[in-house]
């Protein structure tokens, strides 16, 4: 049941700085604390994530950054290319940056995206309703500007897919491969990118992708706002996945849950106590639907039957 070395080599790259329960400061020699969890094979729903030692109620158990994330098409607001913080109304309307971090830490696969024309892809997407090709143009310019590897999500369990929806993705695949071949970027640069790779891709952000909405950015005139917006509009300002993140397993009563504050980066924090090698859960989607329509709902959209105790109580 442990977790193998190899796996945890590449968590801890995705991993943030662990959280620091008193404000005290340390020699910065110290070293960070690892998250008081790890990621074990079950026999039953692949890997799973396990309490190392007990976890007071309310406790973060460790943040995430997103290996990839992509401002919603249809936010309430503009939001930041990189990090989904909101934009202060104060910057030029066409800098699409929070900050000069956020700037100098995506500038350079924001370049790469500049260079192609994305109208037919982007209008594609739009009017199919598709969100999650959006993440994987980013991924794409990621790769090419080299601060992504094209097999930077193989680590994550990917959808059965059927044969309508590996249609669907062929013609996504199509427009965005369209996008770049159009562009000066050399052939060999884009090599990874084939019809197999942006399947796979897909099929491991349908599984994974969160819906990021930001507790900490809205005020009272956003939700005024927000009340008067377009039925167009939507409350998440992005979409983003992570790695470790997305080993959490589903519970319609869940353990655990995942916020976002002020942006992407994820906060993932428990919901009671929770005892040292329990296994901890987030619920993937709204559990105050009756039973029926959880289980449909988790089986359309993860493809699976949910074996947690509500649904086995039927509850
Ligand atoms: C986001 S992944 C979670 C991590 C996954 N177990 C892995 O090994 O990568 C979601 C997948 O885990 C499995 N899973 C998660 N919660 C489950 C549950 N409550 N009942 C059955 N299978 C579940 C399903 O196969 C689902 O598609």
């Known amino acids: 049941m442990a977790v193998s070395p190899f796996l945890l080599l590449r968590l801890r790259s995705h991993l943030t700085k662990p959280f620091h329960l008193f404000n005290f400061s340390f020699s910065t020699t110290t070293p960070p604390k690892p ?87 982007d209008n594609y997407c739009r009017n199919q309703g598709l969100k999650y090709p959006f993440l994987v143009k980013r991924l794409v310019c990621m790769v090419i500007s080299g601060v992504s590897r094209s097999d930077s999500l193989d680590i994550l369990q990917p959808a059965n897919l059927t044969p309508e929806m590996i249609l669907e993705m062929e013609k996504g695949f199509t427009l965005l491969r369209n996008a770049f ?56 300002v992005g979409n983003a996945v992570y790695i470790l993140p997305s080993f959490y397993n589903h519970d319609c009563d869940p353990n655990a849950h995942i916020i976002w504050i002020d942006n992407a980066k994820a906060k993932l924090k428990a919901l009671r106590d929770i005892d040292e090698g329990e296994e901890l859960r987030i619920c993937y989607i709204d559990a105050s639907m009756d039973r029926d329509a959880r289980r449909e709902l988790l089986f359309q959209g993860f493809g699976f039957q949910c074996n947690c105790s509500r649904c086995l109580h039927g509850d």
């Open 181 to 236: 071949t159009k562009t000066l970027i050399a052939d060999e640069q884009i090599a990874f990118l084939t019809k197999q790779w942006y399947i796979g891709v897909l099929a491991r952000i349908r599984i994974n992708a969160f819906r990021v909405e930001l507790a900490g950015g809205g005020s009272y005139a956003d939700l005024l706002s927000s009340a008067f917006a377009s039925v167009e509009a939507e409350a998440a």
């Open 35 to 121: 998250p008081p969890i790890q990621v074990s094979l079950t026999d039953s729903i692949g890997r799973a994530v396990f309490a190392t030692r007990p976890i007071p109620t309310g406790d973060l158990i460790h943040t995430a950054e997103p290996a990839v994330s992509h401002p919603s098409p249809s936010a309430l607001y503009p939001v930041c290319y990189s990090c989904l913080t909101r934009l202060p109304a104060s910057l030029p309307q066409r800098f699409p940056f929070c900050s000069h971090h956020c700037h100098q830490r995506s500038k350079e696969y924001y370049d790469v995206e500049m260079k192609a024309d994305w109208t037919d892809f």
